[in-house]
């Protein structure tokens, strides 16, 4: 199912749904989002977050009860095998203002090695860069490393795994609006919508869905530790 949304011009593997869900979906999870209790956030100094699921960390995820109203999405993607046999259990939220964005990063070592992510509210441009190779100058620019750009729509799927994952770094420029150049962006021809070469897209409010698989959870039996607290 997920083999028809390959895109094709870029390393392996990335697949990008335009319309994952419907308007009315998307309204909804962002209702639910600011809906959600004040201390779920967490501020950082350009975005702001929210974990489901628990906190992953090397040591192992202490797994929390995921709300029905993002069930449903893992459950969407479990059932086109995004993550195999595996069910997702983690979804980090992250809020982006119009000009706010995330640095280049790997996603690293804690979680099963493919992302989904769900766009709300307003596109983004998710940009790619090749890691600094042996031997080249820690000085070398971004711009030097930068590849290529997927665009995400609203109410859009995207799913990396492979080398996409694994070997290039992404991030989100922050900046306030995208030029359209068709031969940077990878999935130009899987869009949901026209854009015309040179076209300004401004950005909005966006909110990401990452949902995620961690392999590692730790089980913790409450019972024993009330028993040790009381001892
Ligand atoms: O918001 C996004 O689409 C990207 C988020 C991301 O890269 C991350 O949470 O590691």
Known sequence: MLDAHLVTNCPKTCFYIPNFISKEEEEQLIQNVYNSPKPKWTSLKNRRLQNWGGLPSLKGMVQEE?????????????????FEDKMPNHILINEYLA??????????????PTVSTISLGSHTFLDFYKPISEGESAESTLE??????????????VVLRDDMYKVY???????????????????????????????????????????????????????????????
């Open 66 to 82: 995921i709300p029905a109203w993002l069930n449903t999405q893992c459950r969407k993607i479990f059932d086109l095998g995004v």
């Open 99 to 112: 000009g706010q964005g995330i640095m280049p990063h790997e996603d690293g070592p804690m979680y099963y």
């Open 144 to 157: 030097s490393r930068y590849m290529f750009s997927i665009l995400l729509e609203p109410r859009s799927l």
């Open 169 to 231: 770094l992404h991030g989100i420029k922050e900046t306030n609006q995208d030029l359209i150049v068709s031969k940077k962006i990878i999935n130009f021809n899987k869009l949901g919508q026209n854009y015309e070469e040179s076209d300004i897209l401004m950005r909005q409010t966006r909110i990401s869905l990452t949902i995620r698989h961690v392999p590692k959870v730790l089980k913790v039996n409450l019972s024993s530790l009330l028993f040790k607290n009381k001892k």
